[in-house]
């Protein structure tokens, strides 16, 4: 009983409503739904920033109106920017502000993941989630206030990328608390697409509340992840056990069986690529695309994520090889940015095609790795059951991936001032980098599936003798 005494309370006013227990089964759902828009809001507070810089830095601006709807008025205003962004340094000091919160973001994920170890997880994910809407709104906050310290806006964000360090680990955490790892890969690349989602998402409000005013553009969804916070203390079971369940009863939600699964960074890569194509000029079968058109061709990206999340699941479920998925995805990330960089300005059906091709093969490995790899991690036989340390295990993986996108920006921004040739070599070169790195990994799951066809041989050769 004193278990039960841990649900939260709108669980037990459900159950008062329904003078019954929830099934497990109902608790895996309310899990994977309530994980996943807790994380698509964390996303889509992430996106807004790239969206503002729009009125923030009128360098970032093409000829005409962002916005169809957009009368002169507003278009004069977006021209002028907002000091001190519309200066000639404007887009460094945005670009200080990236790095910046990308930095503690980066920092505050093995923070996050110790804490998250050590506390009460649909606390600590609720209190993070205000705090992001906390400071989200007060960056928007700015736009009425008339503030215009650089400094301002830098600790603000600074203090948003701590509060957003607190999401990844914690949700990560809760999903494997409540799924086995039978389909653990399948589940984990569907539930990823709140990554792709949140961009989406936050790319779309964001861009309709920027005629309003860009602070609009900050407040609302700094708003609103406060509110899925709250539906997240009033409604997540962090673990089987707190609700008086016991994870043996684990229930399968796609098929008869077992189960359990950021993160534009944004796959953090994907993200970083964002911001470039929506900062510059983009041609494409000789006509150049307005802002606008930039960013929302950017969402096929994201389109392509969800799709190469499920699939890299799936595969990986398929084979019981999670670092050979992973690596073929990323060897194929190679000549999919090859392809992208030398065909895509061809026509609008060509870039389409490609960008959602791309994003499969990016976000495809980024979606195992950071979930369902982090998970068997965390769960592994040589932590002896400690499942708690899940979310340190999530932070110590998305934390160095983190590092990563605050590095980059500052190598984009050296390189692309000679040429976005180069740009495209520094992410191929990253993504050969990139499976290098899993090669142990695949020569040891190869050497496992040998071994495991041997078994096999053998034993089928017993029974015929036999």
């Known amino acids: ?49 790239s969206i503002v810089k729009q009125a923030l830095d009128p360098q970032s601006l093409g000829v005409g109106p962002i916005f169809p709807w957009q009368g002169n008025s507003i278009r004069k205003s977006f021209r002028d920017g907002w000091f001190p962004f519309n200066g000639p340094d404007g887009t460094t000091l945005l670009g200080d502000l990236d790095v910046a919160f990308l930095f503690v973001y980066a920092i505050g994920m093995y923070f996050s993941g110790h804490m998250g170890d050590r506390m009460d997880l649909r606390v600590f994910l609720t209190a993070g989630m205000l705090g992001t809407g906390l400071f989200t709104a007060l960056f928007g906050v700015g736009y009425w206030a008339n503030i215009h310290s650089f400094y301002y806006y830098l600790i603000i964000q600074m203090i948003a990328g701590l509060f957003q360090s607190t999401g990844w680990p914690s949700v990560v955490a809760v999903v494997g608390n409540w799924f086995g790892k039978k389909k653990r890969g399948l589940i984990m690349g569907i539930w990823n697409a709140h990554t792709s ?35 997240v203390f009033l409604l997540l079971p962090v673990h089987p056990e707190s609700v008086g369940g016991n994870k043996d009863e684990d229930e399968v939600l796609l098929s008869p069986g077992k189960e359990d699964d950021e993160v534009n960074e944004q796959p953090l890569l994907r993200s970083r690529s964002d911001r470039e194509e929506e900062s510059c000029a983009v041609a494409i079968d000789g006509r150049y695309l307005s802002n606008e058109e930039s960013g929302n061709l950017s969402t096929l990206f994201d389109v392509g994520g969800v799709i190469g999340g499920i699939l890299a699941g799936y595969i990986s479920d398929k084979l019981g090889a999670r670092a050979i998925t992973a690596a073929s995805f990323m060897y194929c990330v ?21 960008m959602l091709i791309a994003g499969v093969f990016v976000n495809g490995p980024y979606a195992l790795i950071t979930t369902a790899v982090s998970a068997d991690l965390g769960t592994h036989s040589s932590l002896k059951g400690n499942s708690r340390a899940l979310a340190t295990v999530t932070a110590i993986i998305d934390g160095t991936g983190s590092i990563g996108a605050a590095v980059g920006p500052f190598l984009t921004g050296y390189i692309s001032a000679d040429s976005w040739n180069a740009v495209f070599v520094m992410l191929m070169g990253s993504a050969l980098v990139a499976g290098l790195f899993l090669t142990r990994l695949v020569v040891t799951e190869v050497n496992g599936k040998i071994q495991e066809l041997r078994s096999q041989g053998s034993s089928m050769s017993t029974n015929l003798q036999v």
């Not at 004193?2 to 409503?17: A, S, T």
């Not at 190679?334 to 490609?354: K, V």
Request: hydrophobic content about 45%; glycine content about 8%.
């Open 1 to 49: 009983m004193k278990k039960n005494n841990n649900k939260p309370l709108g669980i037990q006013l459900i159950e008062n409503i329904n003078k019954s227990s929830l099934s497990f089964k109902t608790y895996q759902v309310i899990v994977l739904i309530v994980t996943f828009f807790a994380y698509t809001s964390y996303h889509a507070n992430r996106k807004t920033t």
């Open 197 to 231: 989602v949140g961009n989406i998402t936050g790319s779309l409000v964001a861009s309709i509340l920027l005629k309003y005013g860009w602070g609009w553009s900050m407040v609302v969804p700094g708003i609103l992840i406060a509110f899925s916070g709250v539906v």
């Open 334 to 354: 190679i000549p999919a940015l090859y392809l992208y960089r030398s065909y895509g300005h061809i026509s609008m059906t060509i870039n389409i095609i490609l």
